[in-house]
C-alpha cells in the first residue's frame, strides 16, 4: 500500500506499476491527486475525479517550476512514458526548459510573415540607408503583400516564384529582383532567430538577365524629358535636378534644406545619406539654383519634397505620368538612367577630366581607387563647380532649342 495525498502534497510511491492506476482514489470534494514514483522522483501519474488519468513529469529549472503532461495512462504504455519522462528530467538538470521549447515551436508554427514583417523593419531602422531602408519597406509592404497570411515555415519556393513572376510582369523585371534581394535579407534575419531553418529563395533565378543597365539617354531625349515633367508637382525640380546634378534618386528626393548652403551654392550630403557612406558635396549650377528657388519652404518641415515625415515617395506613379506625355517610340528608360546620361555626356564634352566626373558622382573607383586614392582627399570642389555649370549652360540652351 502507498499512502495518498492531495496533488499539492506530492505523494510518492516506491515504483509505478500497469496496476497502480486502478489503487488511486480521488478524495471526495477533491477535483484530481497525483501520485509520484519514488525510483524516478519527478515522474507521476495525475487521476481526476471524473475517472481519467495522465502521466506527468514535473521539475525545476533556475527558479521555474514546471509540471508537464506526458499524455493519457493507457495499458502497455508505462515503460515508454517512464524513458519520456527521465529524458525531460535529464535535460532540466542541464538547464533546457523542455515545456518552454515544446510551447514556443507552437507560437512558431502560427506566427506569420507579415506578423514578422514589422519586426525586421525595426531592427533595421537607423541600421540601414535611409533611402535603402524605404526601398526595403517598400518592397515588403507592398510587393510582398500576397504571401503576410503564410505561416514563415510554409512559404514555398512556388509561392515565391509566382510573386515574383507577377511582380516582373506588372512592374519588370529589374523591380522584381530587388523585390527578391528584400525578401532574401529578411529570411536571413528570420533564419538567425531561429524562427525558421531554411530560405525558399534557394535557387530562384534573377528575372533580369545581362549585367547591369547601359542605357544613355540622347539630348533631344533628356530635353523631352525636362519638358514633360512641367507640371508635375515635386517631381519637376527633382527630375531636372537629377539632370543638372547627375545624383542618385533618393540623394535629391529626400534632400532636406539643412543639407543647403545657399550661400556657398551647395548642396552637402551627410555620410548617412550617401551609398558609398561618403560625405559629398554637389556644386549647384546658375539653372539648378533657379529650380531651387521655386521650391517653397514649407513650415515645420525639412524636406524639400514629398509629405508627411519623409522625403518624395510617388516614383513609380509620377513615372508613369510622364512616360505617356513622352513620345511613343521613345525607349524605355529608368530615372538611374539619367545619372548615367549626364555623367556620359559630360565626358563626351570634355566639361571635365574623368576623376572629376567620378567625384562628380561621388564614384570611388578608377583613379580614386588605387593605392594614390587612399593619400589624395582632394573634392576637387572648383573643377566640380566649373563642369556642372557648364552642363548647366548646356542643357539651358539644349531646352531653348
Same mark, same amino acid.
Given at each position: 500500500?502507498?499512502? /495518498?495525498?492531495?496533488?499539492?502534497?506530492?505523494?510518492?510511491?516506491?515504483?509505478?506499476?500497469?496496476?497502480?492506476?486502478?489503487?488511486? $482514489?480521488? =478524495?471526495?470534494?477533491?477535483?484530481?491527486?497525483?501520485?509520484?514514483?519514488?525510483?524516478? =522522483?519527478?515522474?507521476?501519474?495525475? $487521476?481526476?475525479?471524473?475517472?481519467? *488519468?495522465?502521466?506527468?513529469?514535473?521539475?525545476?529549472?533556475?527558479?521555474?517550476?514546471?509540471?508537464?503532461?506526458?499524455?493519457?495512462?493507457?495499458?502497455?504504455?508505462?515503460?515508454?512514458?517512464?524513458?519520456?519522462?527521465?529524458?525531460?528530467?535529464?535535460?532540466?538538470?542541464?538547464?533546457?526548459?523542455?515545456?518552454?521549447?515544446?510551447?514556443?515551436?507552437?507560437?512558431?508554427?502560427?506566427?506569420?510573415?507579415?506578423?514578422?514583417?514589422?519586426?525586421?523593419? &525595426?531592427? %533595421?531602422?537607423?541600421?540601414?540607408?535611409?533611402?535603402?531602408?524605404?526601398?526595403?519597406?517598400?518592397?515588403?509592404?507592398?510587393?510582398?503583400?500576397?504571401?503576410?497570411?503564410?505561416?514563415?515555415?510554409?512559404?514555398?519556393?512556388?509561392?515565391?516564384? !509566382?510573386?515574383?513572376?507577377?511582380?516582373?510582369?506588372?512592374?519588370?523585371?529589374?523591380?522584381? +529582383?530587388?523585390?527578391?534581394?528584400?525578401?532574401?535579407?529578411?529570411?536571413?534575419?528570420?533564419?538567425?532567430?531561429?524562427? %525558421?531553418?531554411?530560405?525558399?529563395?534557394?535557387?530562384?533565378?534573377?528575372?533580369?538577365?545581362?549585367?547591369?543597365?547601359?542605357?544613355?539617354?540622347?539630348?533631344?531625349?533628356?530635353?523631352?524629358?525636362?519638358?514633360?515633367?512641367?507640371?508635375?508637382?515635386?517631381?519637376?525640380?527633382?527630375?531636372?535636378?537629377?539632370?543638372?546634378?547627375?545624383?542618385? $534618386?533618393?540623394?535629391?528626393?529626400?534632400?532636406?534644406?539643412?543639407?543647403?548652403?545657399?550661400?556657398?551654392?551647395?548642396?552637402?550630403?551627410?555620410?548617412?545619406?550617401?551609398?558609398?557612406?561618403? &560625405?559629398?558635396?554637389?556644386?549647384?549650377?546658375?539653372?539648378?539654383?533657379?529650380?531651387?528657388?521655386?521650391?517653397?519652404?514649407?513650415?515645420?518641415?525639412?524636406?524639400?519634397?514629398?509629405?508627411?515625415?519623409?522625403?518624395?515617395?510617388?516614383?513609380?506613379? %509620377? $513615372?508613369?505620368?510622364?512616360?505617356?506625355?513622352?513620345?511613343?517610340?521613345? =525607349?524605355?528608360?529608368?530615372?538611374? +538612367?539619367?545619372?548615367?546620361?549626364?555623367?556620359?555626356?559630360?565626358?563626351?564634352?570634355?566639361?571635365?577630366?574623368?576623376?572629376?566626373?567620378?567625384?562628380?558622382?561621388?564614384?570611388?573607383?578608377?583613379?580614386?581607387?588605387?593605392? &594614390?586614392?587612399?593619400?589624395?582627399?582632394?573634392?576637387?570642389?572648383? /573643377?566640380?563647380?566649373?563642369?556642372?555649370?557648364?552642363?548647366? *549652360?548646356?542643357?539651358?540652351?539644349?531646352? !531653348?532649342?
Amino acid at each position: 500500500m502507498f499512502r /495518498q495525498r492531495s496533488a499539492r502534497r506530492n505523494p510518492t510511491i516506491a515504483k509505478l506499476l500497469e496496476s497502480t492506476l486502478a489503487r488511486i $482514489k480521488v =478524495p471526495t470534494a477533491k477535483r484530481d491527486v497525483i501520485v509520484f514514483d519514488d525510483e524516478l =522522483p519527478g515522474f507521476g501519474i495525475r $487521476k481526476f475525479s471524473s475517472g481519467k *488519468a495522465s502521466f506527468v513529469v514535473q521539475y525545476s529549472v533556475g527558479t521555474q517550476r514546471r509540471r508537464m503532461s506526458l499524455g493519457p495512462v493507457v495499458r502497455g504504455t508505462l515503460a515508454e512514458t517512464r524513458r519520456k519522462a527521465a529524458d525531460v528530467l535529464a535535460k532540466a538538470r542541464l538547464g533546457e526548459d523542455v515545456q518552454a521549447l515544446k510551447k514556443a515551436g507552437r507560437d512558431k508554427k502560427s506566427i506569420t510573415l507579415g506578423d514578422l514583417i514589422p519586426r525586421y523593419l &525595426a531592427a %533595421c531602422e537607423g541600421v540601414m540607408a535611409p533611402s535603402y531602408y524605404a526601398a526595403t519597406e517598400r518592397y515588403l509592404n507592398d510587393h510582398w503583400q500576397p504571401l503576410h497570411g503564410f505561416v514563415v515555415e510554409t512559404v514555398s519556393r512556388r509561392a515565391v516564384v !509566382a510573386v515574383l513572376d507577377d511582380v516582373a510582369q506588372a512592374r519588370g523585371k529589374v523591380t522584381a +529582383d530587388r523585390a527578391k534581394a528584400a525578401l532574401s535579407g529578411f529570411y536571413a534575419w528570420l533564419i538567425e532567430r531561429s524562427y %525558421c531553418d531554411a530560405t525558399p529563395l534557394l535557387h530562384v533565378k534573377r528575372r533580369a538577365k545581362g549585367g547591369g543597365r547601359e542605357r544613355v539617354l540622347g539630348e533631344a531625349e533628356l530635353a523631352d524629358i525636362w519638358e514633360g515633367v512641367a507640371g508635375m508637382g515635386d517631381y519637376e525640380p527633382i527630375v531636372r535636378l537629377l539632370i543638372l546634378t547627375a545624383q542618385r $534618386k533618393s540623394e535629391i528626393g529626400d534632400l532636406a534644406w539643412p543639407e543647403i548652403d545657399l550661400e556657398r551654392e551647395q548642396i552637402e550630403l551627410p555620410p548617412t545619406r550617401t551609398k558609398n557612406r561618403l &560625405a559629398h558635396l554637389v556644386p549647384l549650377s546658375e539653372l539648378a539654383l533657379e529650380i531651387l528657388d521655386e521650391v517653397p519652404q514649407r513650415t515645420r518641415r525639412e524636406f524639400l519634397f514629398g509629405e508627411g515625415g519623409r522625403g518624395f515617395q510617388g516614383w513609380s506613379r %509620377c $513615372k508613369s505620368r510622364l512616360d505617356a506625355k513622352l513620345p511613343a517610340d521613345m =525607349p524605355g528608360w529608368t530615372l538611374h +538612367d539619367l545619372r548615367r546620361s549626364t555623367i556620359t555626356h559630360l565626358n563626351e564634352h570634355s566639361l571635365a577630366d574623368p576623376h572629376v566626373i567620378e567625384a562628380i558622382a561621388n564614384h570611388v573607383s578608377g583613379h580614386k581607387a588605387s593605392v &594614390a586614392g587612399i593619400y589624395n582627399r582632394s573634392a576637387y570642389a572648383d /573643377q566640380k563647380r566649373a563642369a556642372l555649370e557648364a552642363w548647366g *549652360a548646356h542643357v539651358r540652351a539644349l531646352v !531653348a532649342r
